[in-house]
């Protein structure tokens, strides 16, 4: 009778302990998975952050550019004109 109890036991034993070894790896791919999402998330905010720097504004002389364009055209009357012509005709 006592053999059989000790081997009943040996038994559970052995179920049980593989039982927990399962157990283990889906916590270890679980905390592979957080080290994952964090990464990602870690990821996205420094895109963000790269996506939003602004360039540094430096000291622009606004007359230089001008000058380097030329000027400006100014707006001609002859559209205008045309159309008084054209309703005296």
Do not use: H
């Amino acid at each position: 009778m006592i053999l059989e109890i000790l081997f009943f036991v040996k038994i559970i034993t052995y179920f049980c302990g593989s039982n927990l070894n399962i157990a283990t790896m889906g916590v270890t791919r679980l905390k592979r998975k957080d080290r994952k999402n964090k990464a990602r998330a870690n990821n996205k905010v420094a895109r963000i952050k790269q996506l939003l720097k602004v360039p540094v504004i430096k000291n622009v002389d606004m007359d230089e550019l001008r000058a380097q364009f030329g000027e400006a055209p100014k707006n001609v009357e002859a559209p205008a004109a045309t159309t008084e012509e054209t309703s005296a005709e």
